[in-house]
């Protein structure tokens, strides 16, 4: 039951990377190079901040694909509990001739903490007195409503990463988005 939730959510993360991986920035005749890496890492971001449909979908997608309506667990409450909190700021962005640099700020619940609370909150459940009366059924919802419970009560963390870029036939292409963030304890990218 609780790595339906862990599998959802790292579905979740996987499905955000590849959307981010496959970005592109186009050809840089109307603003500077370094607007257009800022902007385009902005319009890819946004949709995680703002809670677009497009995160939404890749959410509630891999909430239901990991079974979690058997935990009694909304895909849409799901999906607004794992961006709740989302934001990110554009600290800088270097260009140097052929390659670029964009240092990020993400602001976004702790992947980390959250697995350490809903672990904690699962153990306490089980090795309560009334579970020995539960239903299997019961313990099922009782699992979801805990980990509902935990996204309130999960840490806000900012972490800083570097996000490299290369410039192909005037079009500057990500390098490492998908690792960089990967690599953070950031709940909507963590692996």
Known sequence: MTSRIKKALAAAAGASLLALSLFALGGCAVTSSEDAIRDA???????????????????????????????????TEFATAVLDGFDYRINDVVVD???????????????????????????????????????NDNIEQAVGTLAMET?????????????????????????NVAEALGGLDSMVFAN
């Open 97 to 135: 001739n052929k390659t670029a640099t964009a240092n990020v700020t993400i602001i976004s619940k702790s992947m980390p903490d959250f697995e350490t609370k809903f672990s904690n909150a699962v153990n306490d459940l089980t090795t309560s007195s009334s579970a020995a009366t539960l239903t």
């Open 151 to 175: 996204f309130d009560d999960t840490d806000i963390i900012e972490e800083d990463v570097d996000l490299q870029f290369q410039l192909e036939d005037n079009t500057w292409v990500s390098t």
């Open 41 to 75: 890492v902005s319009q890819e971001l946004d949709i995680y901040k703002n809670m677009d449909q497009r995160a939404m979908d890749m959410i509630i997608e891999s909430a239901e694909n990991e079974g979690l309506t058997e935990l009694g667990i909304d895909g």
